[in-house]
């Protein structure tokens, strides 16, 4: 019943940046484990990020030395800077949180669209 509200999304060129934001009401942000997914068509959802309670950080793979996770606890608000896009980048972008036993906390929202022109 609770959903995120991911925003920050736009139209970029390769190489460009962009800051993505996912508010929320409540603290969990603060308490569970934050974490960015991303779904291009025809591909299924795909972990990008996540952010310990201690700060303990994860990128997958292919975004790894790019793009960072971040939060402001008292905002219950989770960002994803992303630097150096490349066109394979472009997704829709979700927020979650997940507990330790890896289930999700939140709905999935709209998400944000990322599109990264060549």
């Known amino acids: 019943q609770v959903q995120p509200v991911e925003s920050g999304g736009g139209l970029v060129q390769a190489g460009g940046s962009l800051r993505l934001s996912c508010a929320a009401s409540?603290?969990?942000?603060?308490?569970?484990?934050p974490v960015w997914y991303r779904q291009a068509p025809g591909k299924q959802r795909e972990f990008v990020a996540s952010i310990t309670s201690g700060g303990s950080t994860n990128y997958a793979d292919s975004v790894k030395d790019r793009f960072t996770i971040s939060r402001d606890n008292a905002k219950n608000t989770l960002y994803l800077q992303m630097n150096s896009l490349k066109p394979e980048d472009t997704a829709v972008y979700y927020c979650?949180?997940?507990?330790?036993?890896?289930?999700?906390?939140?709905?999935w929202g709209r998400g944000t669209q990322v599109t990264v022109s060549s």
């Open positions: 409540g603290s969990i942000f603060s308490i569970k484990t």
């Open positions: 979650n949180a997940v507990h330790l036993t890896g289930g999700y906390y939140y709905i």
